[in-house]
């Protein structure tokens, strides 16, 4: 059974940083793609970074880009998620995701796609 245990989330004024972290178990993770998403109150989740595979490539929404960091350390089956300059439009519930489909590029996006999900941690950013 795969299991995705998340942590790092809390609250922040705006202007700074957060660390997401998300262990993998029961899974090669170096053969799969990882990926952040967020779900805001009365919004639809959205996909916020993916890092394939390797680690070598990445993809950010427009909105966090030049903010937000993704990583990937494969000996630690983790999944991170560095979050700097933090707006209170950042502020969602953050879940970590590892895609279903080995090697799967960052690029074939498609909300079909189905992932092992984490349990979701929360993320406030104050004004």
């Known amino acids: 059974e795969v299991q995705l245990v998340e942590s790092g989330g809390g609250s922040a004024q705006a202007g700074g940083s957060l660390r997401l972290s998300c262990t993998v178990y029961?899974?090669?993770?170096?053969?799969?793609?990882g990926s952040w998403f967020r779900q805001a109150p009365g919004k639809e989740r959205e996909r916020v970074s993916c890092?394939?595979?390797?680690?070598?490539?990445?993809h950010f929404v427009d909105s966090v880009k030049g903010r937000f960091t993704i990583s990937r350390d494969n000996a630690k089956n983790t999944l991170y998620l560095q979050m700097n300059d933090l707006k209170p439009e950042d502020t969602a519930m953050y879940y970590c995701?590892?895609?279903?489909?080995?090697?799967?590029?960052?690029?074939?996006?498609?909300?079909?796609?189905?992932?092992?999900w984490g349990q979701g941690t929360q993320v406030t950013v104050s004004s």
């Open positions: 995701a590892v895609d279903t489909a080995r090697r799967r590029s960052c690029s074939a996006y498609s909300s079909s796609f189905t992932y092992s």
């Open positions: 029961g899974l090669d993770f170096d053969d799969y793609g």
């Open positions: 890092i394939g595979y390797t680690g070598a490539s990445a």
